[in-house]
């Protein structure tokens, strides 16, 4: 399978290179879409093998769109440059579309062992706020969530 893992970046030049290295382990392509960094981002992600295009000036969620578009591998996986995410769990994000059990597979921070349970008090409250908003959304659009 070939894995065009995406990494949208903006000013993430202390992470990147090593959020590149663990993630190349499982990825045909690496595709960073930046947003215009003012320091050396894009460089280190160049020089730490990745493939680097702008985004179109418009946000996080315009730049994935565009990966979308400039993705070359049939799977896209998405994480951010800033090492919260894990790229040891790629594997497990993988499993289910490798063995034809899901189309998509979207990684869980309440199921996934995130810090933010037994973190500081910001991160608990971010955490707080991400389940607030997921069931006000949920709601509001008569979804029902599947944890």
């Not at 995410?85 to 990684?107: C, M, N, S, Y």
Request: proline content about 3%; charged content about 30%.
């Amino acid at each position: 399978m070939k894995v065009s893992i995406i990494i949208p970046t903006k000013n993430e030049e202390s992470t990147i290179a090593e959020v590149i290295k663990e993630a190349k382990k499982y990825a045909w392509e690496i595709l960073v879409v930046d947003g215009y960094s003012t320091d050396r981002t894009r460089e280190i992600a160049k020089e730490a093998g990745a493939r680097v295009i702008l985004d179109e000036g418009g946000g996080k969620g315009k730049a994935i769109r565009k990966a979308v578009r400039e993705a070359r591998g049939e799977v896209l996986l998405f994480m951010d440059a800033d090492g919260s995410h894990e790229p040891r769990d790629i594997p497990f994000l993988l499993k289910p579309i490798e063995e034809g059990k899901a189309e998509q597979v979207t990684a869980s921070r309440i199921l996934g062992g995130s810090d933010e349970l037994s973190g500081s008090l910001e991160k608990s409250l971010r955490l707080l706020g991400t389940l607030l908003i997921n069931f006000l959304i949920s709601l509001r659009f008569g979804v029902r969530a599947h944890y």
